[in-house]
């Protein structure tokens, strides 16, 4: 017992003037000193009792004055703190609790003094510098009559730091739940259809909701693969436009990502390299550090460039990392998809396109009662297809190397080489001012004047300038593989060309020629022959790019299903199988205007042939078309053979385009002295006695009356269509087996 307590003890004595006389004064003082002895006895076990349980209780323990001091404390209170308990009677609570304030501290105790207990949680730093984060219970206590506060104390370092690590688990848990909905959201907008802009805005939105403060761009590479377009910035729309246009290399970090084909972390634009050009442009938007990411194709060509720039210098985290790379394979894929389909509508309207414009040239062969009007046609599809300001077409003068001016379609109206503002400028002009290589001019090969503001002046160049034209295409005229003549074709804006209207260009352009052809013809009064030549330059024209474009047609309505799907390899594929069917077509066609014979048949039999068309205009599609022979086809005139394979060729195409057929079958009989050929479909069939303006009917029975035979037709609405062509033999046909003995 300390000082303190025998002072309270000795306090409850009865004074002695209380007493009556000496025997009952001795006797009440004998009364309060054993009260006294046995309250002292009390205390001293209890006292023992307590640093007994202070010695052995896990917790620590501190025994503490209202002010503050600590009177007390058990081992278990320096384990925890590493002080001794020497040191620690001479400390406050503030002492070693270190995320409050001294009078924060005694305003709990005054709190626990006044009745109620308090449960706080304290961070405290042990004695060698250890964080620790720790619980404490304070209740009042009457110690041997004193008012003091008793601090139970327990380490929940872990437990803290597991409700921690399980809070950002949710936190974590609940942001990807949100990425999850947001990527959802994405492709839903993908699969509708939404503008690219709209996907590549909302793909930014999510970056930066993912990652507070950050700015997200997405850059889009130009066809030149020069150069980085605007995609979309919604946070950064004027730093955009101001980089709109930068060319790829090395320097800042988007451009050097998509230069170098790799992510590039620039974590502090002030103090790197490569932002030394455009430091004061970052400055002036604010950007400290830039991150930027290749989007890549599935065939890993570089699309763009997704980035996330910050206010200030920093480093990404694996999460950020982690992230960016799910968004950019979004961003991919939106930007994939959407080309795509913008490859796929440019393909199929320029497959109408051809069409439309070999449909409105056999239109005009086949009407046209005069040549002369043939060329102007021709420019004018030109024109209309090819979206131009005007065309014009100069023949070559082999003698002395210049492209004379012949004719132009201008303004709506026909330019000829007297009309006085030509004269002006002289029609005629060297090769060399159309193709700078003259063994490109002579090998065929357009030549793409793409701003003729930036080129040497030539005489025609202030013509064409008056007329606001900027960008002119020179296509080679041909005949018999020979360069004849050169297309101009003339745009107000620059222009760039696809491969399909290169070859849509190079079509018509040959087209120029053929009319030019013909006009000369007719000019030296051969009309019979011109009209007999055109007649079958437009049979073979329709024979082959019109029924081939159908083909081109039908699989690019293929490709546009799989657009629908999602399936990109399909979409590739579909568009491939198009692009071969226009080139086999044109390739045809040019043969048939040398008059050549068909490549299919060159190579190979009149079955051989019959066999790979059915199987390439029927592929993709949902048709059985189906080929047999019987007897000795060896035995058909070669003659014979080109006219059979066009009629098997238009009779397809018309089932393909009209009859909505499930079934198409070609039959080749050849027997004693008679070749049949019949056709026949499941499809909806028609009335042959009413009008239609169809050409195809009519070429296939010209066809047929040429090679001396029938054309008969069978076909009724909802009964399907059959036609057989029958041709008599000049001698009788032999067998098979006596024509090898011979």
């Not at 025998?6 to 025997?23: F, N, R």
């Not at 259809?193 to 889009?220: H, Q, W, Y």
């Not at 101009?488 to 696809?498: E, S």
Request: glycine share 6%; aromatic share 6%.
């Amino acid at each position: 017992m300390n000082a303190n307590d025998m002072d309270q003890c000795l306090s409850k004595v009865v004074p002695l003037s209380e007493a009556t006389d000496a025997t009952g004064m001795i006797a009440a003082l004998q009364l309060e000193l054993e009260q006294s002895r046995r309250e002292l006895d009390r205390c001293q076990t209890r006292l023992a009792q307590l640093d007994g349980l202070f010695a052995h209780v896990a917790d620590a323990i501190f025994v503490v004055e209202c002010d503050g001091r600590i009177i007390d404390a058990n081992p278990a209170a320096s384990e925890l703190l590493g002080y001794s308990k020497q040191e620690l009677l001479t400390m406050c609570p503030w002492d070693f609790v270190t995320n409050v304030p001294r009078e924060e501290i005694l305003a709990t105790i005054e709190k626990s003094r006044n009745g109620a207990p308090s449960l706080v949680q304290r961070a405290c730093r042990s004695k060698n510098g250890e964080a620790r984060i720790v619980s404490l219970r304070m209740r009042r206590d009457g110690y041997c009559g004193r008012d003091l506060i008793v601090v139970t104390g327990r380490d929940v370092t872990t437990e803290h730091q597991a409700r921690l690590d399980l809070e950002k688990a949710l936190a974590d848990r609940k942001q990807s739940e949100a990425l999850i909905q947001s990527e959802k959201e994405l492709t839903e907008m993908i699969a509708r259809g939404d503008s690219l802009e709209e996907i590549l805005n909302a793909s930014c939105r999510l970056a930066e909701e993912a990652f507070a403060g950050s700015l997200a761009i997405v850059m889009l590479l130009d066809p030149t693969k020069k150069r980085l377009r605007r995609g979309a910035a919604p946070s950064l729309s004027e730093f955009m436009t101001a980089v709109d246009g930068f060319e790829i290399g090395p320097v800042g970090t988007c451009a050097a990502a998509a230069f170098r084909k790799e992510q590039v972390i620039t974590h502090d634009i002030a103090t790197d390299p490569h932002w030394a050009e455009y430091r004061e442009l970052a400055a002036r938007y604010g950007l400290g550090a830039g991150w930027a990411t290749p989007v890549f194709s599935s065939s890993r060509d570089v699309l763009g460039t997704f980035a996330l720039y910050w206010p200030e210098a920093r480093r990404p985290t694996q999460k950020h990392l982690q992230i960016i790379d799910q968004i950019v394979r979004l961003v991919a894929f939106a930007i994939e998809r959407k080309q795509a389909a913008e490859a796929l509508s440019a393909a199929e309207k320029l497959a109408r396109g051809q069409v439309n414009a070999f449909t409105r040239t056999l239109e005009a062969l086949a009407m046209e009662s005069e040549t002369d009007g043939l060329v102007g046609h021709v420019l004018r599809t030109i024109t209309d297809e090819l979206n131009a300001h005007s065309a014009s077409v100069w023949r070559r003068d082999e003698m002395n190397g210049l492209v004379n001016f012949e004719v132009a379609f201008e303004g709506g109206d026909l330019v000829t080489k007297s009309d006085a503002s030509i004269v002006a400028v002289k029609p005629y002009m060297p090769i060399h001012e159309f193709w700078p290589r003259h063994e490109d001019f002579l090998a065929g090969k357009p030549s793409l004047l793409e701003d003729i503001r930036l080129v040497p002046t030539f005489p025609w160049r202030d013509h064409l300038l008056a007329q606001g034209i900027i960008t002119v295409f020179c296509v080679p005229m041909l005949i018999a593989g020979r360069v004849e003549g050169v297309t101009g074709i003339r745009f107000t804006h620059k222009r760039t060309f696809r491969s399909e209207e290169v070859e849509l260009a190079k079509a018509l352009a040959n087209q120029a020629m053929l009319a030019l052809e013909l006009t000369r013809l007719s000019a030296q009064s051969r009309q019979a022959a011109v009209m007999a030549e055109r007649n079958r330059v437009a049979r073979d024209i329709h024979d082959t790019l019109a029924q081939g474009f159908t083909g081109v047609i039908m699989q690019l309505e293929a490709a546009k299903g799989a657009v629908a799907k999602g399936e990109i390899s399909e979409i590739k594929k579909r568009i491939a199988q198009a692009a071969g069917l226009a080139r086999s077509s044109l390739g045809e066609a040019r043969r048939s205007v040398r008059a050549l014979r068909p490549r299919s048949l060159r190579d190979g039999t009149l079955s051989l042939a019959l066999g790979a068309l059915l199987r390439r205009m029927a592929n993709g599609i949902e048709l059985n078309a189906q080929f047999q022979v019987d007897g000795n086809q060896g035995a058909i005139p070669v003659e014979w053979e080109e006219g059979l394979l066009r009629i098997v060729q238009e009779s397809l195409t018309n089932t393909i385009k009209h009859a909505q057929a499930r079934n198409f079958t070609a039959t080749l009989s050849v027997v004693a002295q008679r070749v049949e050929l019949e056709l026949a479909d499941d499809g909806r069939g028609f009335d042959p006695y009413a009008e239609n303006d169809g050409f195809g009917l009519v070429g296939m029975k010209e066809r047929a009356e040429q090679m001396g035979g029938q054309f008969v037709l069978y076909s009724k609405p909802g009964e399907g269509t059959r036609i057989q062509i029958v041709l008599s033999m000049p001698h009788p046909i032999k067998p098979a087996a006596e024509m090898l003995s011979t």
